[in-house]
């Protein structure tokens, strides 16, 4: 009677989108299948999850509940997956990375890129997870190297600012929005629904931070999402106003899938570092890619770096 994987999945994703239909495409099945599947979800636990009905499905109140309990199932699998990944990794690789989502889909893949044309025998290892998970696989030794994106670093961990980032209220074309002539106020911002990340995001830890600073209230997630991929592609849909780093949406405010809305009160910049264990010099090509990165980044050309990257050695 035990609930299978998937079909906690579905039921997270129906109670962020609020529709079946929608949760089906998000997963790669069919509709009629995650109504299969949710019934028989529905049976093995001898609840009503969900409330079905012509504009969308809602969860019930007992839905609610079993959602939130989901959310720390999937949360505690995807910890022993990226675990898993790390240790495989841990076996094989020279070079053991974990990189937070952002950092990896655009910046780490060419710095990794240019160490390994400089040491073409060199494997490198990539676990790509949130920061918060980042973090874990640096404190445990599972990686030799991590990045993240996130506002704050645990004191246990040496960290250097190898970038920076600004994340950008992003809209489609057709929302109101878009059409807007003077910029948004924090407190517009704070009290819209928004789609989200996940929590351990770094994303999204970089938005509440900014938001508690601004003394304007907490986070009202519309929808939270596991991916920046899908954060981006349901405010593509129309699901709700995101707030997302200008790295990853670049190619759509250019080519006018998404617009960008200016914000006024609210400090969107960070900064995106790297962290190895405290008290540890690097050694060896954890040190070559960190020179690498800063480099790429100019960050040892600017005021604010502090000594070169050769004293991580």
């Known amino acids: ?27 790669g099945i069919a509709q009629p299948s995650a109504s299969k599947r949710l019934a028989s979800l529905e049976r093995k636990l001898g609840l009503a999850l969900v409330d079905r009905t012509r504009r969308g499905s809602a969860l019930t109140p007992d839905g609610r509940v079993v959602i939130d309990w989901a959310r720390r199932v999937l949360d505690e699998l995807n910890v022993l997956v990226t675990g898993a990944e790390a240790l495989r990794s841990q076996r094989a690789a020279e070079l053991r990375v974990a990189a937070s989502l952002t950092v990896a889909e655009h910046l780490a893949a060419g710095w990794i890129g240019e160490l390994r044309r400089a040491r073409n025998e060199l494997y490198v290892g990539l676990v790509v997870t949130n920061s918060s998970l980042v973090c874990d696989l640096v404190r445990g030794g599972e990686v030799d190297l991590g990045f993240v994106e996130s506002p704050t670093v645990p004191s246990e961990l040496s960290a250097r600012r190898v970038a920076t980032d600004r994340l950008a209220v992003v809209v489609p074309p057709n929302h109101p929005w878009a059409r807007r002539r003077r910029p948004l106020t924090a407190v517009e ?3 819209t629904p928004l789609v989200v990340r996940e929590h351990g995001s770094g994303t999204r830890e ?3 931070t900014a938001f508690r600073r601004a003394k304007v209230g907490e986070l009202r997630p519309v929808a939270e999402l596991g991916s920046t ?3 981006r592609s349901a405010v593509v849909d129309g699901a709700g106003p995101a707030v997302l780093s200008v790295l ?12 960008e809305v200016a914000v006024e009160g609210l400090d969107l910049r960070r900064q995106l570092r790297a962290v190895w264990p405290g008290g540890r010099r690097l050694l060896g090509s954890a040190a070559e890619l960190l020179a690498v990165a800063l480099r790429a980044s100019g960050v040892d050309r600017d005021g604010g770096s502090g000594a070169s990257a050769a004293a991580a050695r």
């Open 1 to 27: 009677m035990t609930p299978d994987v998937e079909s906690l999945r579905l039921l997270v994703l129906v109670g962020e989108l609020g529709s079946i239909g929608r949760a089906a495409a998000k997963l």
């Open 189 to 191: 911002l704070a009290t």
């Open 206 to 208: 970089t938005l509440e």
């Open 229 to 231: 991929t899908a954060v």
């Open 248 to 259: 990853a949406v670049d190619a759509d405010l250019s080519e006018g899938r998404l617009v």
